[in-house]
């Protein structure tokens, strides 16, 4: 039997991130995979898959709606090679999983195909190809999430889809009916809107992107209104069934009415449930709560003290990035060393066009925790860069302690704003000020530039360019 100081069960971003750092710290660590490539849903079927996507939609969106403003004209039709897109998202997807190969060979990291189940607290059980046990002095549970779905909904994964399916598709859908309008419903919904379905999002709270603040769900639903996606909140989806080709939608309004909806594909985007199903937990000692969470404390310790848990599994945003800083976090305790996460500083990013990202409290937390702060912020439509380019949609909100001037909460929407609020976590992990940061200088003419425009807004109320 192989024996190995750290075993990871599960190789996505939290995962082989958890074994590339252990490997950095000395230790023999092996990588436990059901599936034949590693990377998990974000590098198979989530993040990247989906960005490719985005991006190649956003590309024939330009084309056909945005370049003869640019004095760039073509003679003809163009056309959509729907099969060339999602080749090029799979070539895509297999350069990245290759790139982890890569790593895990550089790092002398063992890998298992195959899925691991536990036999006790330092054994698993290996089901692959053939059966094998290994051991391990530590283990770390990071099996992630699958999506999630309605009780009453039959997901035939052909026309009543996930996400999983929606990004391997062999034709662009006629209506697509997003049931959810959270991030993921948001961007593919986005994606095929561009490509020409018309796009239906039923949300059952009264704003899409819940979570995030207010002023960003406002702003992005009036953006892709205009893009022609409809929205439909404050609806509650009671059926969904199919004949043929045709998916049925039945959704209860506010005041209670019946609404229905058709379509040729229905995608069920309502949240990504705990992978925890088939691990026998149990004779670890490991405790699964009733969301299907794996339990643990503070240093991401279960309730069996040599087993970690890290990312989707366990309590907080199902963030891929998330998942990377536990994985790191977790490998660094059991090195003996003393890491630290502010989860108040894990970033949240929508990747649709223009970006949603977020940072810290909403405005609606403060004023539940009765916290006084003061708010600055300034359009996108203002800066020289944004004009340049088109991308005028959007604007960026900077939240800070009405006592102190620190920076609470950033909230951005615009073009790159999944880039722009590093800056913001940068700013927050340092504990600076709206002053420090309206003190900055900024590169001109840039979509930067509106950070330290908001950062003056919230300072003294004395934006320079509105």
């Known amino acids: 039997m192989s024996v190995f100081d750290v075993a990871i069960i599960g190789s996505g971003p939290g995962g082989y991130v958890a074994a590339i750092r252990c490997a950095q710290l000395g230790m023999k660590t092996a990588l436990i995979e059901k599936y034949n490539s590693l990377g998990g849903t974000c590098l198979n079927v989530g993040c990247i898959p989906s960005k490719s996507l985005l991006d ?46 890569y790593l895990m060979k550089k790092n002398k990291i063992e890998v298992f195909n195959g899925i691991g189940s536990f036999i006790d607290s330092t054994q698993i ?54 049931i959810g309008g959270g991030v993921i419903g948001l961007e593919l919904g986005q994606v095929y809107r561009r490509l020409g379905s018309e ?12 979570v995030m603040d207010s002023g960003l769900s406002r702003e992005l639903m009036k953006v892709m209104k205009k893009q022609g996606v409809k929205f439909y909140l404050s609806h509650e989806v009671k059926d969904v069934s199919r004949k043929a ?20 594909y229905c995608l069920v985007s309502v949240g990504r449930r705990p992978n925890t199903v088939g691990l ?19 240093h991401l310790q279960t309730s069996a003290s040599n087993i970690y848990a890290i990312g989707d599994v366990v309590r907080g945003a199902m963030l891929a990035h998330k998942a990377e800083e536990e994985g790191v976090m977790v490998a660094e305790l059991i090195a003996g060393q003393k890491p630290h996460i502010d989860y108040n500083l894990i970033p949240n990013v929508i990747y649709t066009w223009p970006e949603v990202a977020s940072v810290g409290k909403t405005e609606e937390q403060l ?40 920076v609470i909460g950033v909230h951005m929407i615009g073009a790159r704003a999944a880039d722009l609020i590093a800056e913001a976590v940068t700013a927050m992990e340092f504990r600076a000020s709206a002053e420090d940061i309206a003190r900055m200088s900024h590169s001109h003419p840039t979509y930067a530039e509106a950070v330290k425009e908001a950062a003056l807004a919230a300072t003294e109320n004395r934006p320079l360019h509105i």
């Open 56 to 101: 190649s939609s956003h590309h024939y969106e330009d084309a056909t709606k945005h370049f003869s403003e640019h004095g760039i004209e073509f003679k003809g039709k163009i056309n959509i090679n729907f099969k060339q897109m999602i080749d090029r998202k799979a070539s895509v997807v297999d350069t990245t999983t290759k790139g982890i190969d």
């Open 125 to 178: 059980q290996i089901e692959g190809n053939k059966k094998q046990i290994i051991e391990a002095k530590k283990i770390i549970i990071a099996t992630g999430s699958k999506p999630g779905t309605l009780s009453f909904i039959s997901l035939d994964k052909a026309r009543i889809i996930t996400s999983t399916e929606a990004l391997s598709l062999k034709e662009i859908p006629k209506h697509l009916i997003v």
């Open 199 to 210: 796009v239906s999002i039923i949300e059952y709270a009264d704003r899409i992107t819940p």
């Open 245 to 264: 080709k045709v998916v049925s939608v039945t959704a209860l309004d506010k005041n209670q009415d019946e609404i229905k909806f058709k379509g040729d």
């Open 280 to 298: 026998n937990a149990e004779a670890a000692g490991v405790q699964i709560n009733k969301l299907g969470q794996v339990e643990v404390n503070d």
């Open 367 to 406: 004023k539940e925790e009765g916290i006084l702060y003061k708010s600055g912020q300034f359009p996108m439509r203002a800066l020289g860069r944004a004009r340049a380019s088109m991308d005028t949609d959007g604007f960026v909100k900077i939240l800070a302690d009405k006592i102190t001037d620190e």
